[in-house]
């Protein structure tokens, strides 16, 4: 008698058999087979479903919801920005910030690689303190910020404004934790944008403030510091193995 | 995969947070927050980590959602974009840790939970329904793979199609089914010790 392996067996408990009427028939016979295929039946049922805790929606979706950005037709095509005038300007210090920041930024980052991988810098484990995701989260947020700030033809809406402002004191400490651990680039790139967050907090929401925000903050150049940020922080994650 | 016509309140949903209304994104939210978390649970291992990749999720989906084709369910979509996540961020904790414990491992969350499943018939089962048996589990379930892990928590606990389980996974449906054969048949050996009959 040909018997089933355990591995057609499995295959049969989980219903991905190809034939399972014939592993059925056969074990109608064979009490071999029937203990094995009983064996897997019973590990299924122990390592059935444990309960998973129900995630709170209600503080998920205000959580979510400071992270999303308008999406307009306008915003979908890049091509699209170049209708505003404000955008010319933007694309000319965006480039020349560009060619500094691949020049200087991560010159500057380079420095401080070392110290920055929070495992290697003795924080502590990451399993109570994820603090690489948090530092990521909030660089997202920034970079999120950033882009409605640049993207924004008129003053922009109370949401954004309070984005900003929750964001202040979170970035105060990410910024405060940077320069204590030696990651000066990622220190001065999260001061600037702590100006940044501090005008928006401040000011009047206006047309003409958002306009003078880009301007005199170079809010696109400091986007791209935030975008060439995370690309290292990505990097030296990988590389800190 | 399935085809299904999306429904009504989702494409309008849908249409709405594509015309600049934010708010619009609570109702694609409130329909599939739940199962989501719940996946991506299953793959993190923890609750903390499955918010994250949840939030992630919801977040990345929201900013693609301009070249989301509606020919497909949102719900197949997002859980797609979430287990992808979730694996991510896996990946990225192992990685993190090299030298401390793997974090999918430790499930501190879950060991008040596990306990509470203890309804079933005695025998083997009836034996692993204590707390030692919950940490006898964990122990079991820490020699799988991450990979090995996943595929299997997926397909048998959340009942996900292997040929989905294969695409967050980047791999062919064919190792997708190998990696749950494995799983299911270190879980059983497992067991043997504290079976006592088992084969
Ligand atoms: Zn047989």
Redesign the interface.
Known sequence: MRHFS??DL??Y??H?SADERAVAKHLESCSECA??SE??A??????????????N?EH??H???G???????ER?GSFELLRWKWAWPSVGLATAALVLLTVFGMRLHRGGELNH???VNGHG???TE?T??AIA?HL?AAERLLTEVNNSPGSLDD?TREQAHNLLLKNAIYASNARDSGDLAQAAVLENFGRVLTTLDNEPPTPHSTWRLRLEMNTSGLLLDIRILRQNDDHS??A?? | MSNRRMEKAETEAIRD????N??A??VL??RH??SV??VA??ITGN??????A???A??RA??K??SFRQDSAFSTWIMRIAMNTAIN?VE??N??????AP?IT?EP??AE??V??AD?QA???GI?LNREATSL?QA??AELTPMERTA?TL????DIP?AEIAAALSITSNSA?QA??RA??K??RS?TPV?GG??
């Open positions: 355990e591995e499995i295959a408990q989980l991905e203990d094995l064996s897997i019973e590990t299924l049922r122990v390592f059935s479903a444990d309960p998973v805790p129900l995630p929606l998920n979706w959580r979510l919801r992270n999303l950005s308008v999406l307009t037709p979908r991988n929070v495992a484990p990451l399993t994820p690489d995701l989260n997202d949401t994650q990988g800190a193995q | 947070v594509l015309a600049g934010r708010d994104y609570r939210m409130d927050f739940c978390t719940r649970f299953r609750e903390a980590d499955a918010e994250e949840a939030q992630e919801f977040l929201y900013n959602l301009p961020l990225r904790r990685r993190d840790l090299s030298y401390h974090r430790d969350a879950a939970h596990t509470r499943i079933r025998g083997p089962e692993l589990r079991a379930m299997f397909r048998h606990m959340e292997m089914k749950v054969f299911v048949s879980l059983r067991l079976a088992l084969r």
